[in-house]
């Protein structure tokens, strides 16, 4: 199946950013509920903040031996549930566009 690189901004080889569009503030607050135990299930902590209906996600990647490990896993997982709750993900000026 091909593997699909998530659409967040990377600010640098450490850090992974996406910001999504909710329906409204209680839609946005179960958005942030799943992600914060997602994280707390992966065990890979991701910075999550909100405002009304926006939440931005930013989550850190690994350094092993000084080569950086992207963990795309979690990105991917927010963003199949942002698509099946219709959520909008707003576009970023990475370099993954």
């Known amino acids: 199946f ?22 409204d503030h209680r839609h946005a607050e179960q958005f942030v509920s799943f992600i914060n ?6 065990d890979h ?8 209906s926006e939440v931005t996600v930013k989550t850190s990647t690994s350094d092993v031996n000084g080569l ?5 896993k979690l990105a991917l997982i927010i963003d199949n549930y ?3 709750n219709n959520i909008e993900q707003l576009r ?3 370099n993954f566009n």
């Open 45 to 52: 902590f991701a910075l999550v903040t909100q405002d009304v």
């Open 2 to 23: 091909p593997v699909t690189i998530p659409d967040w901004e990377m600010l640098d080889h450490r850090e992974l950013t996406a910001e999504y569009i909710a329906k």
């Open 37 to 42: 135990k997602l994280s707390e299930q992966m």
């Open 68 to 72: 950086t490990l992207l963990d795309f």
């Open 92 to 94: 970023m000026r990475g």
């Open 82 to 84: 942002a698509q099946k």
